[in-house]
């Protein structure tokens, strides 16, 4: 199912600068820094990497326009964030959790919503993710901590 909507603005960046704050992410056992390069990510989000991806998203999506609105209403996409993990070399992210009776009040949805809306913004934010990581990201520069050619 493709969602029929425009793209909305990317994220602005600024969850926490340290990504052991993050449930996802295993913290290595040497401390290699807190570059989390939020600056300059969010500049290839703006540069056409949240678009790329958001169309990629939308033409797979399961929620139906109704649901995405009230996602842009909670402002659950401006809550998405994401980091560069040193760490592992990748981009990671992080997705808002969303409370179950965030749709509760609304008649169109029933009691799976928030659970598909979160499972929905995950798949968005790894699209990001890879869009990010495969397109924008120049593996072979120094640009994001890489050394090697």
Do not use: C, K
């Amino acid at each position: 199912m493709a969602l029929d909507t425009e793209v909305p603005d990317p994220p602005a960046l600024r969850g926490s600068s340290d990504p052991g704050d993050y449930d996802a992410v295993d913290e290595p056992e040497e401390r290699i820094g807190d570059d989390v390069r939020r600056d300059e990510l969010e500049g290839f989000l703006q540069a056409g990497a949240w678009e790329d991806a958001f169309d990629d998203w939308a033409d797979r999506t399961y929620l139906i326009d109704a649901e995405f609105r009230a996602v842009r209403e909670a402002g659950l996409l401006d809550e998405l964030d994401f980091y560069w993990n040193q760490a592992a070399e990748d981009v990671g992210y992080r997705v808002p959790s969303i409370p179950e009776d965030q749709f509760a009040d609304r008649e169109a949805f029933d009691a799976d919503t928030a659970e598909t809306v979160e499972e929905e913004l995950d798949d968005l934010a790894r699209t990001v993710s890879e869009v990010l990581e495969n397109d924008y990201i120049h593996r072979g520069s120094e640009e994001f901590g890489y050394d090697w050619e």
